[in-house]
């Protein structure tokens, strides 16, 4: 039989950890790691054909709190969930599909949960607390350095107008004794809005660079 190398390659929510064996069909079983934090053992051709992708967590009912969630924190229909929040982050950070990439990957933001347990760990409890004031809908991951990583440190639950406050619109630069945003920066200095946010966020120039260096 020819041996497939399966370690560490993602399916779906699954990563494989380690070979396992052989089923009686002769296909090689493989231990995988879900996104949820469940490990299953798995036979190789229902992972390269897709059949599984995960370890069963989306149809595995269960009540956790007051939210009545399936396995795995995901409610199906429902992005507001506690997984698709994680699954959302990971999109923005690692996939250049993603719409809004380049407002994160692209930019150099990463999400330093690798795993949707540590994110579980380090954020469910101020969730569910969040949630039971403001609800599901008004709940939304807010980076409190907008400049950051996706982290326990760096990470909190605000509702929408909290988050809207918190926008790269709304920071505050400050040279020779002015604090403004990039936009009255542009008006004070008539240098071009998008010109100034290339030069800060995309060139990572320091203000003084970014407003004393002439426009060719």
């Not at 990439?101 to 969040?130: Q, V």
């Not at 946010?197 to 970014?210: C, F, G, L, Q, V």
């Amino acid at each position: 039989m020819k041996q497939i190398n399966l370690i560490d390659k993602r399916f779906g929510q699954l990563v494989v950890i380690k070979q396992k064996g052989i089923n009686k069909w002769g296909n090689l079983l493989f231990l995988c790691k879900c996104d949820c934090g469940n490990q299953k053992v798995i036979p190789s051709a229902n992972l390269r054909s897709g059949r599984t992708k995960s370890c069963g967590c989306k149809s595995s009912k269960t009540k956790i709190g007051f939210l009545n969630l399936t396995h795995g924190f995901s409610r199906k229909g429902h992005p507001e969930s506690f997984y698709n929040r994680f699954m959302t982050i990971k999109a923005r950070c690692n996939n250049p599909n993603s719409p809004k990439w380049h407002l994160y990957g692209k930019r150099g933001i990463k999400c330093l949960w690798n795993y949707f347990e540590e994110f579980r760990d380090d954020m469910y409890k101020s969730y569910l607390k969040h949630i039971k004031e403001f609800g599901i809908k008004d709940t939304l991951i807010d980076r409190i350095n907008v400049n950051g990583n996706y982290c326990k440190e760096n990470c909190r639950w605000a509702t929408a107008k909290e988050s809207s406050r918190n926008t790269r619109q709304n920071v505050r630069f400050e040279f020779s004794g002015k604090k403004l945003t990039l936009g009255e920066w542009s008006e004070f200095s008539g240098i071009n809005h998008k010109t100034l946010t290339n030069r800060i966020y995309n060139s990572k120039w320091p203000i003084e660079k970014a407003l004393n260096t002439p426009v060719r």
